[in-house]
């Protein structure tokens, strides 16, 4: 931590701050697999909404 006197004497502690890290552009083997991620997500969303909806009554 960082720790100034201010005037009258008090104490500020200020936290660190992190290092920036600038993202850099996806690869093409990470955007295939985010892909199958949204795709496996999305799936399974449906698999949900369908057992849901044969189970619920009406």
Known sequence: MTV???DG??????AREPKMVVAEPLNGAEQRQRL???GL???LVATMVAITA?????
Do not use: I
């Not at 004497?9 to 200020?14: D, I, P």
């Not at 044969?54 to 009406?58: H, I, L, R």
């Open 4 to 6: 100034t006197r201010e």
């Open 9 to 14: 004497g008090r104490l500020n502690a200020f």
């Open 36 to 38: 199958w991620l949204y």
């Open 41 to 43: 997500g999305a799936g």
């Open 54 to 58: 044969w189970v619920s009554p009406g």
